[in-house]
Each structure stands twice: as C-alpha cells, then as structure tokens.
C-alpha cells in the first residue's frame, strides 16, 4: 500500500481488498480438497474447515497491517482496539467479506 495514509479510507480498501482476496484463495482451496462442517446454533447454523481457516489468515493478516486496531469475528476471533478501530469478518462459504468501522 505504498503513498497511502495508514488507515486512510483509501489504503483500508486496499488492504481489505488484497486481505479478501488471499482469503478467498484460501477458502478455495479448502473447499476443493474436501469441506469438513459443524454445527454452531442450529442444525441450519453450520461452519466449516474453509470458514475457520479464511478468519484465521484474516486475523493474521489485519494483525500484521493493523496492528491496533480491533477485530471481531463471526467464527470467533476477537481483538480489542487500541485505535477504536475494528474490523468486522464474516467468512462465508461462497464469498469472503471484510468491514472495517469505527466503532466506539
């Protein structure tokens, strides 16, 4: 993200849109060698090895490029913000999504 501000709206697209699309490689991955689930709350709530996996690297990779800013995870990652910022992952079996707010 050479020439753009940290944490400019500008630079946190580019970093959400590169961090998707390593995670959705990476889910794809998974799904073409064989998905394992499990149920959360329900019978229709259900998570996978590719869901878990996509939030691991997300959380590595926000980690690394933000490295103070929050994160809460629909799979359960959660960080506090030191910035009051944080980012919001929902990796989902078709797509990858990443949101980044300011939340208080």
Known sequence: MA???PGSARDDAAL???IVEQAAALAAAERRAGLDTSQKTSVSDVVTNADHAAEALVEQLL???RPGDGLLGEEGASRPSATGRTWV???DRKSTRLNSSHLP
């Open 16 to 18: 959400a849109a590169s």
């Open 89 to 91: 992952v929902d990796p």
């Open 3 to 5: 020439g753009l501000a």
């Open 63 to 65: 980690s690394d490029g």
